[in-house]
């Protein structure tokens, strides 16, 4: 019995030792690095806040509708992603991709829905971001 707890808290560091969690400025680098213009850093770090802490693993939900909302940008899997073993939906992304450190998926997926939607899509950025005052990034 003693094993099977070991192993089970073994997993369980592992999957939390897997998540990243970023720093505004790592955030803001990394945002730089997959092609976002300068002038969406704010509100991008903002909306990141909002909808997941800066942390890379995070699955949000079930939503009203039933689904759920994945990764860093908590892109929700009813239109966007495939919560099954393949790609697909508006994104042709696995869900289980957003949930990476490497945050390309993520942030390609994201541009889509942006320009699809623009950040309205997002409710944390709505409720949280939107005509608000946000600080200089001094990255």
């Keep these: 019995m003693s094993r099977i707890v070991l192993v089970f808290l073994l997993l369980s560091l592992a999957s939390v030792s897997l998540a990243r969690t970023f720093s505004k400025c790592e955030l803001v680098y990394e945002l730089r690095r997959q092609g976002f213009p300068e002038y969406q850093m704010k509100d991008l770090v903002c909306l990141i806040g909002a909808e997941s802490s800066f942390q890379t693993n995070v699955r949000g939900g079930p939503n009203w509708d039933g689904s759920y909302d994945w990764g860093l940008f908590q ?23 957003l ?20 950040l309205d899509a997002w409710y944390g950025w709505v409720n949280h971001c939107k005509g608000r005052w946000q600080p200089d990034l001094h990255c």
């Design 75 to 97: 892109i929700n899997d009813r239109y966007w992603c495939n919560a099954g073993g393949w790609p697909g939906k508006g994104c042709n992304v696995k869900c289980n991709d």
């Design 99 to 118: 949930l990476s450190n490497d945050i390309t998926a993520s942030a390609n997926c994201a541009k889509t829905i942006m320009g699809a939607q623009g």
